[in-house]
């Protein structure tokens, strides 16, 4: 069968990093989630005065992105009728490899994400009765984890890419296997590991788009082309 690889790369998801632990605001956040710094999730709605001297901060903590994405893919009719031909991947801003079971129902409230990812990211993987749902993949990198799709069939979903029509590239496309690859991320572009993956940028809009729009609307055009 056709697989289908979905990737969500430079995601806005890590922890508070090392350099602003010992902060008030972070110290203050902690104890109200009653837990040390180091094990909560970096986000930008409580830590922004935080952030403005990390680098890149305006392309950090924003997991709720992620959140969403993850939301619309797997409940996608692609995802729920054809798990086993389809893997959800997320590389994150710290290069951190995180495999979704596409048979996983994640949270739909985000704090309780929150506390999933947080709950990942110190056990290392999540599981419910012995089956793997979401699992962090050591001592690997995304192009490792792809290497069996050629870069041809690889496509990197960019504002900054060529505006192209996703039905006619799904379509003549729908005998192969493919590696769709959407910035899990606020603003900026993607890192050079990234754009390593594949010299194919395709643009979906004469303006940027939301990562999880880019994900619905690419992941519709595909599963027309196998489920219909």
Not at 110 to 135: A, H, P
């Amino acid at each position: 069968m056709v697989k289908t690889v979905i990737i969500f790369v430079d995601s806005s998801l890590e922890l508070i990093p090392k350099a602003l632990q010992d902060t008030t605001i972070a110290k203050k956040y902690a104890k109200k989630r009653r837990r040390h710094a180091s094990r909560l999730l970096l986000d930008s709605s409580y830590h922004y005065k935080l952030m403005r001297d990390l680098p890149n901060h305006r392309k950090r903590g924003r997991p709720d992105i992620l959140h969403t994405c993850l939301l619309t893919v797997l409940g996608t009719p692609l995802v729920k009728f054809k798990p086993h031909d389809c893997r959800i991947l997320v590389h994150t801003y710290n290069h951190k490899l995180i495999e979704f079971n596409p048979e996983t129902r994640i949270p739909k409230n985000y704090n309780r994400f929150v506390g999933l990812m947080e709950q990942l990211f110190s056990k290392k993987v999540i599981k419910t009765n012995g089956k793997k749902l979401i699992s962090i993949i050591n001592q690997s990198t995304i192009k490792q984890e792809i290497k069996d799709i050629p870069s041809q069939h690889r496509m990197i979903f960019s504002s900054r890419g060529k505006l192209m029509n996703l039905s006619n590239v799904f379509q003549k496309r729908a005998l192969e296997d493919l590696v769709l690859i959407i910035g899990g991320f606020p603003f900026g572009d993607f890192s050079s590991e990234i754009l390593q993956l594949s010299k194919i940028k395709i643009s979906i809009s004469s303006s940027p788009l939301e990562a999880w729009i880019v994900a619905a609307r690419v992941l519709y055009e595909r599963e027309k082309t196998i489920l219909h």
